[in-house]
């Protein structure tokens, strides 16, 4: 008797796993069909790229930003859509910057430059130096001040090709837009330029954040971005000939920090309204492109995860917040508001999955989570597979959930096909014709399929502290 | 003693198996690090697509792209070069198509479109007459020669956006393409308009192949590509008003058959020579690109396989031969001719491998072999993982390898992201700026990885066969 009933009992477990597993797959589909057949988010990205452009915090475009995606979530009949006061930096870049390699008396090479965002700007009528040409931070100390003080230090290291993940890469080398201007002042260099973060050969600078640490505000130096052709032909030029000399200008300048906002919608949780799921980008974009991949496609993606919800009749079980985050690019404000107010409100953040790395075609998701929960997760990866969704890996979440840590929350980061995102990031042609409609609506039925999954049965963690 | 016997033989395999895998990772690594740091892919495409262009079959370009790739494999030290003569169809697309919507005396709206390839001209005039728009070949029967006599056939059955590869979408319209005029013109119609197979909404004609079966001179029609907002411009108006009619003027013409070639490149077998793997894809290409996708890539990633394989000191056990095949697009004679002179000379093909499916981002192949040679591969799948490579499926191969089918032969086709394929398939767009070079030297390095353990441990079927 006690193994009949361990057979129905085996059998029922089965047929109830055969049926949920049939759900989840029927609900992933009806999530991809209304995503590529019936989506919102690239007309959202249209407006936001073309009829707003680069979103800059502070500046008057993030702000309108703010209104339209607001309005937006509005029609979307959610439960509830604010918006979260936060103060953020403004710093403008000015008028368009020049520069030039000079090799002879009236001698000159014109090259692409930028400045990077948060660098000063230079005297009124330019900077003119010597080039130190280096491969990185750590050759500043060997070289020491004698060899720098008055220079222009160039950071000239590229980004190394062979990294299958093109945001290794960039990891091994932004420490040089970074923190380069900071160390150089150390030595006594007057500027620094430094190689764009660019894979491809073009005439593109790109720009990107920098930071001058503890620096006295006096011995602050301008740093600008060089494309990647400026800096191989610069790099050339030195080598046959030690004596040219670099020239920039740039204008760009910071103002006191200004009012901003995080735009925020959600749907109230029907079983546990108190456990709460998070999906987000960041508004906020550099200023030289439109910002369509970093982060417009992040920023549509996740309003689009609450509207299919909606759309396929799926009624979460938890509240589901969409976050549309200020400031990631230069400050990481509202990331940090967020949080602090999350933790002054005592709420409980189980999930949050942020999508800041393109709006390219999907291909999974990175996780920041314990080995419970992502076991949990890896169970779900069969049903994904007909959508070509094969990144489950663990590291890593993205920068605007990484202040949710904690608890037991689970952070996650969608995973685009990295290889073109360095062409466009932080450049002029971060623009909306870069971005493929279908992949952008894969990518936002890839996270709503997630959000979904996680909805439904919770994060392993979580339910444990629940008890 | 035997249990002791036994232990030392499976340590013994163990370790054999993991040097085995080292000595594998490590050739891939090489591989995928010297396509990606010192490949050659990128360079010989910019010459094909910006030097050559456009290589319909039988034009003078198609020469040029022989003659060139020719010289080229010349230079990579391989046992042999040569060109196998092959006949092949030559269509002209003539003067600029024209076409226009009237929708009043006077009133015309201008729309894009070109000829099939293979299409005859509309009269040196051109022709005007109503439109009826259908779905499908199936709708034809039901409307009748009464409905459909003297009309102009408007193919318009979209892609259909919610299939995840865009190939099955391709696959489930191109009838439309290739046998609407034949079908169309036995119930009297004057000519079909088709829409473009493209999942974007934009103004750009697809072109492609088409045949009128065995329909009598005579009796044929000619046949055009409306671009995608065309297509939805024709319909609109054709709901607002039966009475419009539709103008195009195209002078294309079919020629006699003129003399071209495959071009073939090997390196010869260092222990079973007569065992041959081929790699290919297909020189010629429509003409209103430069076939920088289609087929371009293929050809420069297969050659690129037999360079890869010498700078990195692999010496191969088998014959590893490239082919350029010529016509794929509007006859597939040079595959025809390349397996017709392979089963004269009695040559064992054990693996043919074919990428023809754009430059994109390399995801995996599909194969067409037994389960046992499948099985093979699969073990294979984890060297590929550090590489993205995740997509190994039975089913198809490609178009130019198809005829080599039989005698256990595995057939195979490199399948990269298929999401913005046929945004450029068959159009003007189809041009060297749309490649990415990081993502064509994934897809060179990716089929030179294969190759490489098809040639080190030989297929299963064949194996089976020498015994």
């Known amino acids: 008797m006690i193994k009949k009933t361990c057979l129905l009992i085996a059998v029922t477990l089965i047929s109830f796993v055969g049926i949920a597993q049939t759900n989840d797959e029927a609900q992933l589909q009806k999530i991809y069909k209304t995503s590529l057949t019936n989506g919102k988010s690239y007309e959202w990205l ?3 790229s073309n009829q707003i452009g680069g979103r800059l915090s502070g ?12 309005e937006q979530l509005e029609t979307l009949g959610l439960d509830r859509v604010w918006l979260q006061p936060v103060m953020v930096p403004k710093w403008t870049r000015g008028i368009k910057e020049f520069a030039y390699i000079e090799y002879g008396p009236g001698e000159t090479n014109g090259v692409n430059i930028c400045a990077l965002g948060g660098s000063v700007a230079t005297p009124a009528g330019g900077l003119k130096a010597h080039v130190i040409e280096v491969q990185g931070l750590d050759e500043l100390e060997a070289l020491g001040e004698e060899k720098i003080k008055g220079k222009i230090v160039f950071y000239n290291r590229p980004m190394q090709a062979d990294l299958i993940q093109t945001f290794e890469a960039y990891g091994g080398c932004v420490d040089q837009r970074y923190s380069g201007a900071a160390e150089a002042a150390k030595y006594g260099a007057v500027g620094v330029i430094v190689r764009s973060m660019n894979l491809r050969l073009d005439d593109l600078p790109h720009t990107g954040s920098m930071s001058y640490g503890d620096l006295p505000v006096s011995k602050r130096i301008p740093a600008a971005a060089i494309s990647t052709n400026g800096a191989e032909s610069l790099s050339t030029m030195l080598a046959l000939n030690k004596d040219i000399k670099f020239f920039f200008r740039q204008t760009c300048k910071v103002f006191p920090d200004v009012q901003s906002y995080n735009v925020i ?7 546990y309204p108190d456990e709460i799921i998070t999906v987000g980008g960041h508004l906020d974009s550099w200023d030289l492109g439109d910002g369509s991949h970093d982060d417009g496609a992040g920023c549509v993606q996740s309003m689009e995860v609450l ?3 909606k759309e396929t009749g799926y009624t979460p079980k938890r509240t589901i917040r969409v976050v549309l985050f200020m400031n990631e690019e230069n400050g990481l404000r509202g990331a940090t508001k967020y949080a602090e107010v999350a933790k002054e409100k005592g709420e409980n953040h189980v999930f949050a999955l942020e999508s800041d790395a393109g709006g390219f075609t999907p291909r999974g998701f990175s996780f920041d989570c314990s080995d419970v929960d992502f076991e949990q997760i890896l169970s779900w990866k069969p049903l994904f ?15 605007d959930v990484g202040p949710l840590k904690g608890n037991g929350t689970v952070l996650a980061g969608l995973r685009p096909d990295s290889q073109r995102y360095f062409d466009h990031h932080h450049a002029a042609n971060d623009t909306f014709e870069h971005v493929n409609k279908r992949e952008l609506e894969l990518g936002a039925a890839t996270m709503t399929s997630l959000i979904y999954l996680m909805d439904k049965y919770g994060t392993v963690a979580f339910n444990k502290i629940k008890g």
């Open 307 to 309: 509207r299919l919800l």
């Open 265 to 271: 919608g959600e749907i109230k949780g029907s079983t």
């Open 59 to 70: 500046s008057f475009n993030a702000e309108l930003a703010v209104e339209y995606t607001k």
């Open 46 to 48: 249209d407006y936001l």
């Open 385 to 399: 597979k007909p959508y070509l969704i094969h990144y489950f890996e663990q590291g890593g979440s993205g920068a």
